[in-house]
C-alpha cells in the first residue's frame, strides 16, 4: 500500500515539474514575440515620427524660399523703378532744356537738389521756383508723364 | 500489489497524461495565436514601414535639393 502511495506521489510531482517547465518555456516564448511586436512597432512610429519631421522641414525650407524669392523679387521691381524714375527724370530734364524752359545751370542745381528735397524733377524744379505749375502741367502732358501727379490734375 | 491497487495506479497515470496532453495543447495553442499576430502585425506594419521608409528618402532629398536652392538664392 505504501509503495503505490509513494508512487502516486512521486509520478504527481514530476507531473507538476513537468507543466511547470512547460509554463517557463511558453513564457519565454511569449516574452520573445511581445519584444519582437513592441520593436515592430516602434521602428513603424519612429518612421512615421520622421515622415511627419521631414514634411515639417519642408514645409518651413518652402516658406523661406518663398520669402527669399519675395525679396529677390521685390529688390528687382524697385530697381526697375528706380530706373525709370532716373529715365524720367532725364526725359524731363532734356525737354525742358530743348523747349528753353530752363537754364543748363538750373538744370545741373535742381538735378543737384532732388536728392536732397526728396522730390521728383519737376517738383524741384517747382519747389525751386524755375517753372510754374502751369507749365509743370504742360511738360507732364506734352511727354505724357502717366505717373507724375501733376498728370491728373486739371 | 493486488489487482486493485494495480488499477488505481494504472488510473493516476492515465490521469496524469490526459492533464499533460491537455496542457501541451493550451500552451501550443496560446503560442500558435500569438504569433499569428505577431506576423500578421510584421507584414502589416512593414509594408508601411517600407513605404514610409521611401517616401522619406524622397523627402531628404527634397530638403536637399531646397537647401541648395535656398543657398543659391541668399548668395
Redesign the interface.
Known amino acids: 500500500?505504501w509503495?503505490?502511495l509513494t508512487?502516486?506521489t512521486g509520478?504527481?510531482a514530476i507531473?507538476v515539474l513537468?507543466?511547470r517547465t512547460?509554463?517557463a518555456?511558453?513564457d519565454a516564448?511569449?516574452k520573445r514575440?511581445?519584444k519582437?511586436?513592441n520593436a515592430?512597432?516602434e521602428?513603424?512610429l519612429f518612421?512615421?515620427r520622421?515622415?511627419k519631421e521631414?514634411?515639417a522641414?519642408?514645409a518651413a525650407?518652402?516658406n523661406?524660399?518663398t520669402l527669399?524669392?519675395h525679396n529677390?523679387h521685390s529688390t528687382a521691381s524697385s530697381l526697375e523703378k528706380d530706373a525709370a524714375a532716373e529715365d524720367d527724370t532725364l526725359l524731363i530734364s532734356r525737354h525742358m532744356l530743348t523747349k528753353g524752359l530752363l537754364t543748363v545751370e538750373q538744370n545741373e542745381n535742381a538735378l543737384k537738389k532732388m536728392e536732397t528735397l526728396n522730390m521728383d524733377f519737376l517738383g524741384t524744379c517747382l519747389a525751386l521756383g524755375y517753372i510754374d505749375l502751369d507749365k509743370a502741367r504742360g511738360v507732364v502732358k506734352s511727354l505724357n508723364l502717366h505717373q507724375s501727379p501733376l498728370f491728373a490734375e486739371k | 500489489m493486488d489487482h486493485t491497487t494495480y488499477m488505481l495506479l494504472a488510473l493516476v497515470f492515465f490521469v496524469e497524461v490526459a492533464v499533460l496532453i491537455l496542457q501541451q495543447q493550451n500552451y501550443s495553442d496560446t503560442i500558435r495565436k500569438k504569433t499569428g499576430a505577431v506576423e500578421a502585425l510584421k507584414k502589416r506594419l512593414g509594408e508601411r514601414i517600407e513605404n514610409l521608409e521611401q517616401e522619406n528618402e524622397r523627402l531628404s532629398e527634397q530638403i536637399d535639393a531646397l537647401k541648395n536652392e535656398i543657398e543659391a538664392g541668399e548668395r
Open positions: 500500500m509503495f503505490s508512487i502516486c509520478s504527481i507531473l513537468v507543466i512547460m509554463r518555456k511558453l516564448h511569449l514575440l511581445t519582437e511586436q515592430i512597432e521602428k513603424y518612421t512615421k520622421r515622415n521631414l514634411k522641414e519642408i525650407l518652402q523661406a524660399l527669399i524669392s529677390i
